[in-house]
């Protein structure tokens, strides 16, 4: 899995499936259902840690699943506001820039962050004080049984990092499509703002070395960073894993990090930030 997820590190599984295939993707969630196998869905791998062990199963990507298209027709010619329907696969620096090039805002505090549209709604991303989810109307999805199903975002619980969907609280299913509501702006503008925030991450944290970005959740009204680098682990290291000295809740793999060296370098910081400050750090990374 070190291919597919930016940690750049992972283990073996039994099987990967690519589609981006509605029909195909149904037809794929009946069997697996209809067999008992299990199943896991990965986006960018920018969210995750997949341990070292065999994963018996199935991990599904939504390859291709990558539409952009405005909708109805003749909403962004007229209407201050623009509903754009956006396929679960789409690479999120890709709707940005789509988004910025046909002047279109809202979405701008995403830029920078890696990763799928459809991974980007399950974690409810943001940045910058903001979420995905605002800038949401509606989302599809298809459930373990293989039924495909769409909520308004009045009906998911969506939270820090966090989303739950109705009738899924395992959070067990397969984000095929997302709907967003956008407004009409200034392309110069939209696109000033986007190389402004990309500039700002390039200045806070480690750039060209594997991460899954922050490691941790914020606890309420403080830094996950903050109690890291109070705890000293700053450029601290554990196999070939290490706490950037950049950004203390970033741990990058050096080279040759292997899963279980982030997972002890997580739990040594958890230790530490514990006694310290007696804060237990949630994970926002997803051990798989
Ligand atoms: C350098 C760097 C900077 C980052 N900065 C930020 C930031 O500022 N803000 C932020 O919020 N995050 C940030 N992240 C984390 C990450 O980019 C986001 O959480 C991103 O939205 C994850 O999307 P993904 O497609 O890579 O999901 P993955 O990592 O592949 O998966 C994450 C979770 O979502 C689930 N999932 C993925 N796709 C689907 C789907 N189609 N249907 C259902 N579930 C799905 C997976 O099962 C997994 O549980 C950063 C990561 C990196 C490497």
Redesign the pocket.
């Known amino acids: 899995m070190a291919a597919y997820s930016?940690f750049r590190t992972g283990g073996t599984v039994e099987a990967m499936v690519e589609s981006g295939d509605l029909d195909e993707l149904v037809a794929l969630m009946r069997w697996l259902h209809r067999h008992q196998i299990p199943w896991?869905?990965?986006?960018?791998?920018?969210?995750?840690l997949v341990t070292s062990s065999y994963h018996e199963g199935v991990f599904i990507r939504?390859g291709g699943c990558n539409d952009i298209c405005v909708g109805p027709p003749g909403d962004t010619e007229t209407a201050a506001d623009c509903r754009l329907l956006v396929g679960?696969g789409c690479n999120?620096a890709a709707l940005v820039s789509w988004c910025t090039r046909n002047g279109l805002a809202g979405l701008e505090f995403m830029a920078g962050?890696?990763?799928?549209v459809?991974?980007?709604i399950?974690?409810n991303?943001?940045?910058f004080g903001h979420s995905i989810s605002e800038a949401l109307m509606s989302v599809q999805?298809i459930n373990e049984q293989g039924e495909i199903l769409e909520a308004v975002r009045g009906n998911i619980v969506f939270s820090y990092?966090h989303s739950q969907f109705p009738g899924e609280p395992a959070g067990k299913?397969?984000?095929?499509r997302g709907c967003f509501l956008l407004q009409r702006g200034d392309r110069e503008v939209l696109a000033a703002r986007c190389r402004e925030i990309i500039e700002q991450r390039r200045q806070k944290?480690p750039w060209g070395l594997g991460?899954?970005?922050?490691v941790f959740k914020n606890p309420m009204g403080d830094f996950a960073g903050r109690l890291i680098e109070q705890a000293g682990f700053k450029g601290v290291t554990y196999g070939k894993a290490m706490v950037s000295p950049q950004h203390a809740n970033f741990i990058v793999n050096t080279g040759g990090a292997v899963p279980e060296d982030i997972i002890g370098l997580m739990q040594e910081i958890r230790r530490k930030v514990l006694q310290q400050s007696g804060v237990l750090l949630e994970p926002e990374v997803?051990i798989i």
């Open positions: 930016t896991q869905v990965i986006g960018g791998g920018s969210n995750i939504l679960a999120l962050i890696p990763g799928s459809g991974g980007a399950r974690m991303a943001g940045a999805w990092r299913m397969l984000i095929t944290q991460s899954a970005g922050s997803h």
